[in-house]
C-alpha cells in the first residue's frame, strides 16, 4: 500500500513540476497577448467616448483687413472642460464595468461586449497552445481580466506652426492615462496606459504672427 502511496504522490509531483514548467513557459507570451487585449479594449473604450467630431469652436482666429492672421490660439476654458467630460465619462464606465453592472445601451458589438466583460470579469482567454505556438484544435485557455488602480487623468497636447508655404497647422489632442492591474492565474502584473485622443488637426492659409510665441 506504502509504494503505491509513494508512486501516486511521485507521479503528483511529477505532473505539478510540469505544469508548473509549461505555465512558467507560457507567461512571456501570456504577459505580451495581455496587454494588447487590454490596449485594444482601452482603446475601443476610450474612442466611443468622443463621438461629437465638431470641434472648431475649441479655436480662436482673427485676421484684419488683409486676410492675414492676427490672433491665433486655444480657447483653454472650453478644451478643459472637454478633457474633463472625457475623463467622467471614462471613470463612469470602468466603475460600471468593473462592479459588474454595465448595461449595453444597444446592440452594437461594442456595447454587448463591454457588458459580457463586466458580467464575467474576463477581457479574453488565450489558449495554451497559442501561447506555447503549437498546432491544436483543442486546447485549454487562460483568462485575463483587469483592475483600474487610480483615478484616470489627462494632459492636453497642442501645437501651432507654419506648415509649408503660407500655411498654418494646428494641432489638439488629449491625452488619457490610467494605471491599472492585468490579472492572470497566480499573479497579477501592474502597468501605467496611455491612449491619445486626436481632437483637432486644421490647416490654415497664413502664417503664424510673429508676435505669436507658443
Known sequence: MKKYLFIFFTLLIILFIFISSLYM??????KEYGKFEIERLNQLIIMHTTTDSDYSDLLIIERNADNEIELLEFDM?????LANEIVLDLENTYEA??????QAKDDSYYEKRIE???YNGVISNISIATLLNIPSFISPSISIGYKHLSTISSSINKSIENYGINHVMVELSIEINMNLTMIYPF???YDCHTITIPILLEIFQGQVPLVYNY
Do not use: D, S
Open 116 to 118: 459580457n466583460i463586466a
Open 77 to 81: 476654458v472650453k478644451i478643459n472642460q
Open 25 to 30: 513557459k507560457c507567461v512571456p507570451r501570456l
Open 187 to 189: 499573479f497579477e502584473q
Open 97 to 102: 464595468i468593473e462592479e459588474g453592472n454595465y
